[in-house]
């Protein structure tokens, strides 16, 4: 077993015993941006946004059950459509001012202190991901290398010329077939600090949720206007990172999304592809631009560190077809799951916009009222909707495998009794694990005060066999394995979102107190979130910044 199998363990049990180092103290005044930042790198606006139509979310969340119209299917990427999926995912769409019970409230209204919310969920809202495009010959931009500045919604060029041949080699021969037949690529990276300066030894584990909640915002993004988002996890990662000019210990590739653009290559090798001489080995173009760090003092974390050492290790070593089937979620009930079932309605979400849920996405803190209970089919829809996520990547490119597994602590819900069970996606009905009112346990087992779990309507818990998952690719697998859990966690708030309903998705809890409580303990299954799902008190007090 490599290293990935102790620091899932220490993941796991870190509510009972801390991750190292136990005194570090968070220096917020010499905290980093929550972006990266080249001063001197050329910059252009992207074209606007708001005039795109937007499209109804359920062929993204329900893609099983609700298929994409054909009047919403585009040929293929345009910049149009590239500038509105990162406005909607990563861009800066709003400004958090609603009074609610986070730790952050008093300092909002300052500016230095602003919240500003997008599309995406991120792990302690810091925002660590890096988002690169590789520009071939097929885009209407001059070839090269650009970043996405999220505070301007604008690209800035840190590399003119064609380097899409240098990305395509990384990802290797063996890389799917529409990875290789692309000419235009989003470059994924993670910078450690952005996360680590909260979070310490636990950011590995808080990137990889990060890597896949953005994943997972452009796969429903894409799917109702017929495109298709597949992420690389899989590559010869320190070329990539030397092609970014970053050292892989401050920050690293994490994938690679090719992007398939109307009328570029199709079904065929882009010009630079197979069946020509493979690139001068001699010669290695890199971004010569540096990001400017806003923090003085920038720390170093041994767990963090040997967490991006083990899953460096293999990077190229692509799992063969079907690897991941041996951790695959369980199908039957749980062990613990008695004879009571209670089938629920049949999945359905409002024709409801993927621009507009993305825009409404936001965590309740604290603002969850007991008094009006969600609905059975509401319920229905969310967990159906989190049990039809996959990355689907390279490792399995057409979704066979789900990974994740769902749980669901019942406190106010329509005709369902209060208690603990299983959610069964192929029936669409709950297996009761544990009956019995669960409000005490919630809160109990919450580290924090900024939800009141007792109040919420359901308290969901997605489990994924982070073990199997290492065992069957490796420990780069962990990647996967935490990237699906957050890909989960941004179906739930998306669709949370499209119900009208509150969510909050949480890291802070007792894993081992639930995996008791869910009779867990003898299996593999591990609890990675808490998703807390409910109606939120009428009226809360909120600031309309954009007509101020």
Same mark, same amino acid.
């Given at each position: 077993?490599?290293?990935?199998?102790?620091?899932?363990?220490?993941?796991?049990?870190?509510?009972?015993?801390?991750?190292?180092?136990?005194?570090?103290?968070?220096?917020?005044?010499?905290?980093?941006?929550?972006?990266?930042?080249?001063?001197?790198?050329?910059?252009?606006?992207?074209?606007?946004?708001?005039?795109?139509?937007?499209?109804?979310?359920?062929?993204?969340?329900?893609?099983?059950?609700?298929?994409?119209?054909?009047?919403?299917?585009?040929?293929g990427f345009t910049l149009p459509l590239?500038? /509105?999926?990162?406005?909607?995912?990563?861009?800066?769409?709003?400004?958090?001012?609603?009074?609610?019970?986070?730790?952050?409230?008093?300092?909002?209204?300052?500016?230095?202190?602003?919240?500003?919310?997008?599309?995406?969920?991120?792990?302690?809202?810091?925002?660590?991901?890096?988002?690169?495009?590789?520009?071939?010959?097929?885009?209407?931009?001059?070839?090269?290398?650009?970043?996405?500045?999220?505070?301007?919604?604008?690209?800035?060029?840190?590399?003119?010329?064609?380097?899409?041949?240098?990305?395509?080699?990384?990802?290797?021969?063996?890389?799917?077939?529409?990875?290789?037949?692309?000419? =235009?690529?989003?470059?994924?990276?993670?910078?450690?600090?952005?996360?680590?300066?909260?979070?310490?030894?636990?950011?590995?584990?808080?990137?990889?949720?990060?890597?896949?909640?953005?994943?997972?915002?452009?796969?429903?993004?894409?799917?109702?206007?017929?495109?298709?988002?597949?992420?690389?996890?899989?590559?010869?990662?320190?070329?990539?990172?030397?092609?970014?000019?970053?050292?892989?210990? =401050?920050?690293?590739?994490?994938?690679?999304?090719?992007l398939h653009w109307a009328g570029g290559?199709?079904?065929?090798?882009?010009?630079?592809?197979?069946?020509?001489?493979?690139?001068?080995?001699?010669?290695?173009?890199?971004?010569?631009?540096?990001?400017?760090?806003?923090?003085?003092?920038?720390?170093?974390?041994?767990?963090?560190?040997?967490?991006?050492?083990?899953?460096?290790?293999?990077?190229?070593?692509?799992?063969?077809?079907?690897?991941?089937?041996?951790?695959?979620?369980?199908?039957?009930?749980?062990?613990?799951?008695?004879?009571?079932?209670?089938?629920?309605?049949?999945?359905?979400?409002?024709?409801?916009?993927?621009?507009?849920?993305?825009?409404?996405?936001?965590?309740?803190? &604290?603002?969850?009222?007991?008094?009006?209970?969600?609905?059975?089919?509401?319920?229905?829809?969310?967990? /159906?909707?989190?049990? =039809?996520?996959?990355?689907?990547?390279?490792?399995?490119?057409?979704?066979?495998?789900?990974?994740? !597994?769902?749980?669901?602590?019942?406190?106010?819900?329509?005709?369902?009794?209060?208690?603990?069970?299983?959610?069964?996606?192929?029936?669409?009905?709950?297996?009761?694990?544990?009956? &019995?009112?669960?409000?005490?346990?919630?809160?109990?087992?919450y580290f924090l005060a900024n939800y009141? @779990?007792? =109040? /919420?309507?359901?308290?969901?818990?997605?489990?994924?066999?982070?073990?199997?998952? *290492?065992?069957?690719?490796?420990?780069?697998?962990?990647? @996967? /394995?935490?990237?699906?859990?957050?890909?989960?966690?941004?179906?739930?708030?998306?669709?949370?979102?499209?119900?009208?309903?509150?969510?909050?998705?949480?890291?802070?809890?007792?894993?081992?107190?639930?995996?008791? !409580?869910?009779?867990?303990?003898?299996?593999?299954?591990?609890?990675?979130?808490?998703?807390? *799902?409910?109606?939120?008190?009428?009226?809360?007090?909120?600031?309309?910044?954009?007509?101020?």
């Open positions: 077993m490599g290293y990935a199998h102790e620091y899932a363990h220490a993941v796991l049990h870190r509510g009972r015993v801390p991750m190292e180092p136990t005194d570090h103290v968070v220096d917020w005044a010499d905290g980093p941006r929550k972006g990266k930042f080249y001063p001197d790198a050329p910059a252009f606006a992207l074209p606007g946004t708001e005039d795109l139509a937007d499209v109804p979310v359920a062929p993204g969340l329900l893609p099983d059950s609700v298929p994409a119209r054909d009047a919403d299917r585009a040929p590239l500038s /509105a999926m990162l406005r909607d995912s990563y861009g800066l769409t709003g400004r958090r001012l609603g009074i609610q019970a986070n730790t952050d409230l008093a300092g909002l209204p300052f500016h230095t202190h602003a919240n500003w919310s997008r599309g995406t969920a991120g792990g302690g809202g810091l925002y660590p991901m890096g988002i690169h495009w590789a520009s071939g010959p097929s885009a209407p931009l001059t070839p090269g290398l650009h970043h996405y500045d999220v505070q301007r919604h604008a690209l800035q060029r840190l590399l003119t010329g064609d380097v899409t041949d240098r990305v395509r080699d990384a990802l290797g021969a063996d890389a799917p077939a529409d990875a290789l037949d692309a000419d =235009q690529y989003l470059i994924l990276s993670v910078k450690y600090w952005q996360n680590s300066f909260k979070y310490n030894s636990f950011s590995f584990h808080v990137v990889c949720t990060d890597l896949g909640t953005l994943v997972q915002t452009w796969r429903l993004w894409a799917a109702p206007r017929g495109l298709r988002i597949a992420p690389v996890l899989w590559f010869d990662e320190p070329r990539l990172n030397e092609l970014l000019g970053v050292p892989g210990e =401050q920050e690293a590739v994490f994938g690679v999304v090719p290559p199709a079904g065929r090798r882009p010009a630079g592809g197979a069946g020509r001489p493979r690139t001068d080995p001699g010669h290695r173009p890199a971004v010569r631009h540096r990001d400017a760090e806003r923090s003085r003092t920038l720390l170093d974390f041994d767990a963090l560190r040997a967490m991006h050492t083990a899953t460096l290790a293999g990077a190229t070593d692509r799992p063969a077809p079907g690897a991941l089937a041996a951790a695959a979620a369980p199908t039957g009930p749980p062990p613990a799951a008695t004879a009571p079932r209670v089938p629920l309605p049949g999945p359905v979400l409002p024709d409801t916009g993927v621009r507009r849920a993305l825009r409404e996405r936001r965590s309740s803190f &604290g603002r969850f009222d007991a008094r009006r209970r969600i609905a059975p089919g509401e319920l229905s829809a969310v967990l /159906a909707a989190c049990a =039809q996520t996959r990355l689907a990547g390279d490792t399995d490119p057409s979704g066979r495998f789900r990974l994740a !597994r769902l749980y669901a602590f019942v406190n106010h819900v329509r005709d369902v009794e209060q208690g603990a069970y299983a959610y069964d996606p192929d029936r669409g009905e709950l297996r009761l694990v544990e009956a &019995g009112p669960q409000g005490s346990f919630l809160q109990r087992n009141n @779990l007792e =109040q /919420a309507g359901a308290v969901l818990v997605p489990t994924v066999r982070t073990t199997a998952v *290492l065992d069957a690719v490796g420990d780069r697998g962990y990647r @996967l /394995a935490v990237g699906t859990a957050g890909a989960v966690a941004q179906s739930f708030y998306v669709a949370a979102a499209a119900l009208g309903l509150g969510a909050g998705v949480a890291l802070g809890f007792d894993n081992v107190s639930y995996a008791e !409580r869910l009779g867990l303990t003898e299996g593999d299954e591990a609890p990675l979130l808490i998703m807390a *799902l409910g109606h939120e008190r009428p009226g809360s007090a909120d600031f309309r910044h954009e007509i101020a």
